[in-house]
């Protein structure tokens, strides 16, 4: 597998690879309405969206995530997502560190973000794409159920959280053969909420 990271467009959003331009945009969308990130284990809501922005930047330049500003149709800044984790040798990559502004969630924008994520990583060659969250954020584990993304289980005491108490972690994936089915259960997603 070799990811590549591009910026990544569909009618309903655009993803560009995080750079320094995209700081503003996202720390004014992030630091509007700190309860987006109650279940991130990032304290934002302590050290600001910069602090999480440079960690994003360093990992982006070790080679281990590729981060995504989130743009809505009217070029305004939503959100992010990532490629995280990323496993060349195995073929592997996470999509995570997803948040969006309150007007854009139960919106297009995210089906529409997953599917170039998607497509994009198994156009690259991922094998699997895998999903976490905590378990206790039943929003984003119904998105991940809508989205098709199989429930593979809980990782008990799996991280801490940014209070300093431990995490279970609910996994979800969606490994190549499913795509094609998936990717069409996506594309009916986002027409239905046009």
Known sequence: MELTAKTLAHPKVR????EERHR????????????IFEHMPFPIDKQGYSF???????????GKWIPYAVIAPNG?????????????????VEIG???????????????????LLLDHAFACGAERVDFK???RNARSRAALLKLGARFEGIF???MRRRDGT?????????????????????ETRIAALN
């Not at 922005?53 to 990992?59: A, G, I």
């Not at 297009?108 to 973000?113: K, R, S």
Request: charged share 25%; with cysteine.
């Open 15 to 18: 993803l560009e690879p995080f």
């Open 156 to 158: 008990l005491r799996h």
């Open 24 to 35: 503003k945009g996202l720390t004014e969308a992030a630091e509007a309405d700190l309860s």
């Open 97 to 115: 560190a997803t948040w969006y502004a309150r007007a854009a969630q139960g919106t297009a924008i995210n089906p529409a973000a997953k599917f």
């Open 76 to 92: 305004k800044i939503v959100g992010q997502s990532c490629f995280m984790h990323i496993r060349p040798a195995d073929a592997g």
């Open 52 to 62: 999480w922005f440079d960690l994003m930047l360093q990992e982006k330049a070790a």
């Open 166 to 186: 431990l995490r279970d972690s609910a996994y979800y994936s969606i490994i190549r053969e499913e795509w094609p089915s998936v990717r069409q259960r996506i």
């Open 133 to 135: 969250t905590d378990e």
